[in-house]
C-alpha cells in the first residue's frame, strides 16, 4: 500500500513520484568493498572535495557508511526490481513498512544527524496540514493522529519506549504526514547552483513529486564543482547513490549545469529546484 490518504484530498498525499521500474537487472552484492563511507567514493581526477566544517550535516552525511552489498532492497526484504541505478547503497535503516520514500529518506537523514547529537529539539518536520511533528514533544509522549481532515494531538502519561525506538515510531509518523509537499515549504531556495553544497536538496514538491539529496561535492583548480546525488523511492526501499546514466566518465558524479535540467535515473530537475535547510 501507499501512504495514507489523508484529508479526503489527493492535494495533500505526502507521496513520492509514481514511476514504474519493471527491469529486472542482477546486480553484483560485493560491489562496495573499496568505498566504506560517501566521502571515501573516489572524485573525478583533477578534482578534490572541499573541507566541509566538522559537526555539520555535510560532514556528518560523508561518513555514513555504505553496505558491501549493493544491492536496493524493498521494506519488505524483497529486492527491488530494477538495480541498474544505483552506485552505492547507504547503510541506514528503510523500515518495515511502505513508508520512507523520497523526501522521507532524507528527513531520517536529517534527524538522524540531530540525533547523533542528541540535539532532540531540532527534531522536527512540519506535515501537509502544517502541523509541526515534534520529537522533543513525542519523547515527553505527545502523539499525532488524524482528526477529520487536520492532525491533532493525544497524550501518553507514561512512555516507557527506549530512546531509539521512540524515535523510530515517530519517523513512522513524519513518513505518513510529511512528503515533498511539506518539505519544500521548510527550505530555502539555493538562488545560485554554483553554490551547491552537501546537504542540499533537488526537490519538486507534489502529487506526486520528488527529492533528492546532495551527498558530496567537488571541485578542480579552476573553480568547476561537480555533485553526487542520493535517493529513496517509492515503494520505500534503501537510500542509494544514484549513477550518472549520461556521464560514465563522471559517474556517480554530477556536472552543474549552466541552464536546464539535471537529470538522473528516476527524474528531471530544474537547476532552480535545489534548496537547502533553514
Given amino acids: 500500500m501507499r501512504k495514507h490518504i489523508y484529508f479526503s484530498i489527493l492535494s495533500l498525499l505526502p507521496l513520492c513520484n509514481l514511476q514504474t521500474q519493471d527491469k529486472d537487472q542482477p546486480v553484483n ?27 555539520s550535516f555535510g560532514d556528518w552525511l560523508g561518513n555514513i557508511k555504505l553496505k558491501r552489498d549493493k544491492r536496493v532492497f524493498l521494506y519488505n526484504g524483497s529486492l527491488k526490481r530494477d538495480q541498474s541505478v544505483q552506485f552505492a547503497v547507504l547503510d541506514e535503516p528503510i523500515g518495515n513498512k511502505d513508508l520512507q520514500q523520497c523526501a522521507d529518506a532524507i528527513m531520517r537523514l536529517r534527524a538522524e544527524y540531530f540525533f547523533s547529537k542528541n540535539d532532540f529539539d531540532s527534531i522536527h518536520f512540519a506535515a501537509t496540514d502544517g502541523t509541526v511533528l515534534s520529537f522533543s514533544k513525542w519523547r515527553s509522549g505527545i502523539r499525532y493522529y ?87 523511492y517509492m515503494p520505500a526501499q534503501d537510500i542509494h547513490i544514484v549513477k550518472n546514466l549520461l556521464n560514465e566518465k563522471y559517474s556517480p558524479w554530477y556536472e552543474i549545469p549552466g541552464s536546464g535540467d539535471i537529470i538522473t535515473p528516476a527524474w528531471e530537475f530544474r537547476n532552480t529546484q535545489l534548496k537547502r535547510w533553514k
Avoid: W
Fill in 146 to 232: 488524524l482528526s477529520g481532515n487536520k492532525l491533532n494531538t493525544t497524550f501518553i502519561k507514561n512512555n516507557t519506549a527506549s530512546v531509539h525506538d521512540d524515535f523510530e515510531s515517530y519517523l513512522e509518523t513524519v513518513f505518513r504526514y510529511a512528503g515533498t509537499h511539506s518539505l519544500a515549504s521548510e527550505l530555502t531556495a539555493v538562488t545560485d547552483i554554483k553554490n551547491i553544497q552537501p546537504g542540499d536538496i533537488f526537490i519538486q514538491p507534489g502529487f506526486p513529486g520528488h527529492a533528492m539529496i546532495v551527498t558530496g561535492i567537488c571541485v578542480n583548480k579552476e573553480g568547476k564543482k561537480l555533485f553526487m546525488l542520493a535517493q529513496g
Fill in 29 to 55: 552484492s560485493a560491489g562496495n568493498e573499496l568505498y566504506k563511507t560517501i566521502s571515501a567514493i573516489p572524485t573525478v581526477p583533477g578534482f578534490i572535495r572541499p573541507a566541509t566544517g566538522i559537526n
